[in-house]
Structures are given as C-alpha cells and as structure tokens.
Nanobody
Framework: QVQLVESGGGLVQAGGSLRLSCAAS????????IGWFRQAPGKEREGVSC??????HYAEPVEGRFFITIDNAKNTVYLQMNSLKPEDTAVYYC?????????????????WGQGTQVTVSS
C-alpha cells in the first residue's frame, strides 16, 4: 500500500525553525520527485520545494530559508524550515510524482500525504 505520512508541524514563533518529515511506505522515494506544497486558509495550494535525482528546487518566498533533503535509508524526505514568518502558516503536504519531474503543479503528483499544520506566531 502506497502511503506518505507527514510529521513535524506545530506552533513556532516568528524567526524559529521546524523540520517536517515525509515518510514513505509501499514505494521507494528516491525513484520519484517529492514535492512539498502548502495551503493557507482562503488561499490556493502552492508549491514550496521539490527534490528529484538529487536536484532541489525552491519557490521564491522560501529560497534561502527552507531546505529539502532525502534520507534514502529511512525512505524519508525532510523540509528544514528556518527563519519562519507568519506568512508561512499553512497546512504542509508532501507528494510524489512518478514522472520524477518536480512540476510546480500539484495535479502532476499521484500520491499525497494527509498534511501537517504549521503555525507561525508573530
């Protein structure tokens, strides 16, 4: 059974850090593009970061603050989020794209986790 499970969200003050985890079961993450997306209340879902074949990609609002990595031994992708801002508040989702393309379009991803809430207080 293919499954993605996010964890690591929570409440943090502005300027703080969190590390999100995306653990996969039923398939090998390294063969897929793994993207992180977020959706804030009343806003559309947006791509945050992606990793594919060791190449990383970041949306402009998080460039230099967020870092995506993969631990193949644990079949887990991480999103290290530093210097968090209130506008980073959202539900964060990880998703897997078997085409391995790191598309910014969520519709290209076949598998999704349930999401984890990140709240940044000012």
């Amino acid at each position: 059974q293919v499954q993605l499970v996010e964890s690591g969200g929570g409440l943090v003050q502005a300027g703080g850090s969190l590390r999100l985890s995306c653990a996969a079961s039923g398939f090998t993450l390294d063969y897929y593009a793994i993207g992180w997306f977020r959706q804030a209340p009343g806003k559309e879902r947006e791509g945050v970061s992606c990793i594919s074949d060791g190449s990383t990609h970041y949306a402009e609002p998080v460039e230099g603050r967020f870092f995506i990595t993969i631990d193949n031994a644990k079949n887990t992708v991480y999103l290290q989020m530093n210097s968090l801002k209130p506008e980073d508040t959202a539900v964060y989702y990880c998703a897997a794209d078997p085409a391995n393309l790191c598309s910014p379009r969520g519709s290209e991803y076949d598998f999704w986790g349930q999401g984890t809430q990140v709240t940044v207080s000012s």
